[in-house]
């Protein structure tokens, strides 16, 4: 459910921007009938936040260990 949240939370928020994102919206798209992962729209975008963070330190690491200087996978 959590994951499922992130998810839709994060595709939102890319497509319409996170004022124009509802928590009912991410619900909707998330497919779940009870919003019990996070309590609001701002703990969701804080954890899209750090989910990004993970992301980033991850593809770094790859980077410098492959030295091809990469970031993201094209």
């Known amino acids: ?3 499922a949240l992130l998810k839709a939370a994060r595709a ?10 509802s928590t009912e919206e ?3 798209r998330a ?3 009870r919003y019990i992962a996070n ?6 975008f804080l954890a899209i936040l750090e989910e990004l963070k993970q992301e ?5 690491a790859k ?4 030295g091809s ?4 996978d094209k």
């Not at 939102?12 to 994102?21: F, I, N, Q, S, W």
């Not at 980033?56 to 770094?60: F, G, R, T, V, Y």
């Open 63 to 66: 980077a410098m260990q492959s």
């Open 56 to 60: 980033l330190i991850q593809n770094i």
């Open 31 to 33: 497919g779940v009938t």
């Open 12 to 21: 939102l928020v890319t497509e319409r921007g996170y004022a124009d994102t």
């Open 1 to 3: 459910t959590r994951a």
């Open 39 to 44: 309590r609001d729209k701002s703990e969701l």
């Open 69 to 72: 200087g990469e970031l993201w």
């Open 26 to 28: 991410i619900v909707k």
